[in-house]
């Protein structure tokens, strides 16, 4: 593999470093607490290509690959883990679940207004009782004719309520039986379909996560993606890609706080010298930097074998386990180095400490991943 950045990268890099500075920082900590979706960031990272990274020019994306688009997720994170969060969850599993498994019809009347930025997209496989279990799902899909009935509940879905379209996953056989999930694309002005309770989070507080609640929604068969009872097979298909996501948040997440500890352990004085001539700040800064460095390795080797159409589930769950537990450690380390002054809001590492948590939880908690490992080792 070749270590050094593309020429692609490293533009995007660049970019996004001056777009967060003049559009994500200056607001970051008002999102935070009143917990504020800023819709128009996401205009504006549409009309930079961001929001539809890995989607082919001919439906209005960006066509990059994977490489280009961990370096998108990180370097957002790198500032604000929210608007990562949500750029992440729109590029990798909404648009991407309908550019992978929906008919052609449905790509050419979602997807450029997904990869401009024009609408948002929301993605609902979560329910209150049925995390890990998603094979027991109680939102159901009935037939009637050429349309649907769909009745139930959706919890823990970013842009449940902002969003203009969500890819929802419905039972449509018996729990638990074989192939008894189906994948729906549903606009959000549909009747019997609403937004409910927006969660009061600990962290991604400017990320939207809201309940979906369907009572008696009627759609056509004809926003079904992909055929009935594939809907799990696709899921596990768009997560393997999601958690490679999920692990470039948590890596720009981690480099966000590494670096304010590395500036700030230079600045702050205590006995007449820089903190950062202590070994034990040195030491906590040298396993930051190396466990940091492991995590991106992990991760682009998942995206490699992705690019290559190889099978990245293994990869990319021990990429989103152990990047997600570096971005904790980290966190928590900074906000060690800083002290007092870093469980205060006056400085960064306090949101990247909370930001970091959800990143052990989302897409796969880190339980689930070693699940996935170990089954796929022991095949």
């Known amino acids: 593999m070749n270590f050094a950045p593309t020429e692609m990268q490293s533009q995007i890099t660049d970019m996004i470093r001056d777009f967060a500075e003049k559009n994500i920082r200056p607001n970051m900590m008002v999102w935070d607490e009143t917990q504020e979706f800023p819709v128009e960031v996401f205009r504006k990272l549409g009309e930079l290509g961001l929001m539809g990274v890995l989607i082919p020019a001919e439906y209005g994306g960006s066509g990059l690959s994977y490489f280009e688009y961990i370096t998108v997720v990180s370097e957002i994170a790198k500032v604000c883990g929210s608007i990562g969060l949500s750029v992440a969850a729109h590029n990798s599993l909404c648009t991407n679940h309908i550019y992978k498994f929906g008919s052609e019809e449905i790509k050419k009347k979602y997807i ?152 700030y352990a230079k600045e702050r004085e205590q006995f007449d010298q820089p903190i950062a001539n202590f070994q034990a700040i040195q030491w906590k800064l040298a396993d930051m930097a190396t466990q940091i460095e492991t995590a ?24 989103k386990y152990y990047a997600s537990e570096v971005s904790v450690k980290v966190a928590t380390d900074a906000v060690q180095i800083f002290g007092g002054y870093g469980y205060t809001k006056d400085f960064p590492v306090e949101k990247y400490y909370r930001d970091s948590k959800l990143c052990t939880i989302g897409e796969g908690t880190s339980e689930i991943q070693k699940l996935v490992i170990a089954r796929e080792i022991l095949k």
């Open 296 to 319: 991106e390795l992990l991760i682009y080797q998942a995206a490699d074998l992705i690019i290559r159409g190889e099978k990245v589930t293994q990869q990319s769950a021990i990429a």
């Open 112 to 263: 450029p207004k997904l990869a401009s930025g024009e609408w948002i997209g929301a993605w609902g496989l979560t329910e209150a009782n049925t995390g890990s279990d998603a094979g027991n799902m109680k939102c159901v899909a009935t037939k009637d004719g050429d349309e649907w009935i769909i009745n139930g509940t959706k919890n823990w879905i970013t842009h449940g309520k902002s969003g203009d379209v969500a890819v929802v996953l419905c039972r449509t056989g018996e729990p638990r039986s074989k192939d008894n999930v189906t994948a729906f694309a549903i606009e959000r002005n549909t009747p019997g379909f609403t937004a409910g309770k927006k969660e009061n989070k600990l962290g991604m507080r400017a990320s939207e996560t809201t309940e979906l609640i369907f009572d008696n929604c009627r759609i056509s068969d004809a926003q079904r993606l992909g055929e009935v009872g594939e809907g799990f097979k696709q899921a596990m298909k768009i997560l393997d890609g999601g958690r490679i996501s999920i692990a470039a948040l948590a890596l720009g997440i981690a480099k966000g706080a590494y670096e304010a500890s590395v500036k």
